[in-house]
């Protein structure tokens, strides 16, 4: 993966990001003909790029932390999805991990902590929406909180439209 090559160059500070994305689309044009379908792909080559980046961080990170992306619309399943990559990966349960733009439970954040230690959770104006989310933050030691600055406009948008913003 051309991506990995990158870890290679000094410059390079952070892996990511990357991770499970369940409100994403198709590459379909027009009308996509089998949705369902089309959904079980994505995820899959999500899962299956997300654990050839772990591998490649493992191997060849040197310790830079690994940014991770989880959007579902607050399911819970696509932080399920890139744990389980987690822990398919030899080795991926120490690195350093920054889930960013948090919008989990406390299961989630939960399940995360028991399997990685050194893991950090960013917070956005989108982290403070879901009372679920607001409840894990709250029970998380505030060392292990990273916050993110987010443009002005995105404050005033409308819950429900933060999975097409960009960046997010
Ligand atoms: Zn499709
Ligand atoms: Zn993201």
Same mark, same amino acid.
């Given at each position: 993966?051309?991506?990995?090559?990158?870890?290679?160059?000094?410059?390079?500070?952070?892996?990511? %990001?990357?991770?499970?994305?369940?409100?994403?689309?198709?590459?379909?044009?027009?009308?996509?003909?089998?949705?369902?379908?089309?959904?079980?792909?994505?995820?899959?080559?999500?899962?299956?790029?997300?654990?050839?980046?772990?591998?490649?961080?493992?191997? %060849?990170?040197?310790?830079?932390?690994?940014?991770?992306?989880?959007?579902?619309?607050?399911?819970?399943?696509?932080?399920?999805?890139?744990?389980?990559?987690?822990?398919?990966?030899?080795?991926?349960?120490?690195?350093?991990?920054?889930?960013?733009?948090?919008?989990?439970?406390? %299961?989630?954040?939960?399940?995360?902590?028991?399997?990685?230690?050194?893991?950090?959770?960013?917070?956005?104006?989108?982290?403070?929406?879901?009372?679920?989310?607001?409840?894990?933050?709250?029970?998380?030691?505030?060392?292990?909180?990273?916050?993110?600055?987010?443009?002005?406009?995105?404050?005033?948008? %409308?819950?429900?439209?933060?999975?097409?913003?960009?960046?997010?």
């Amino acid at each position: 993966m051309a991506f990995l090559q990158q870890l290679r160059d000094p410059a390079c500070t952070a892996i990511g %990001e990357v991770g499970i994305d369940l409100t994403s689309n198709c590459s379909c044009a027009g009308q996509c003909p089998k949705p369902a379908e089309c959904r079980q792909q994505v995820t899959r080559d999500q899962v299956t790029t997300l654990t050839t980046v772990l591998q490649g961080a493992v191997v %060849e990170g040197g310790g830079r932390p690994v940014i991770i992306h989880c959007k579902d619309g607050g399911s819970g399943r696509a932080a399920q999805e890139a744990l389980g990559c987690f822990r398919r990966v030899p080795g991926a349960s120490t690195l350093a991990v920054h889930w960013h733009c948090f919008t989990g439970s406390v %299961e989630d954040i939960e399940a995360w902590r028991q399997l990685l230690p050194n893991l950090h959770i960013g917070v956005t104006v989108l982290s403070l929406r879901a009372p679920s989310t607001r409840l894990a933050l709250g029970g998380i030691d505030p060392s292990r909180l990273l916050l993110k600055r987010m443009p002005p406009t995105w404050c005033l948008r %409308e819950p429900g439209l933060e999975s097409t913003a960009p960046g997010s």
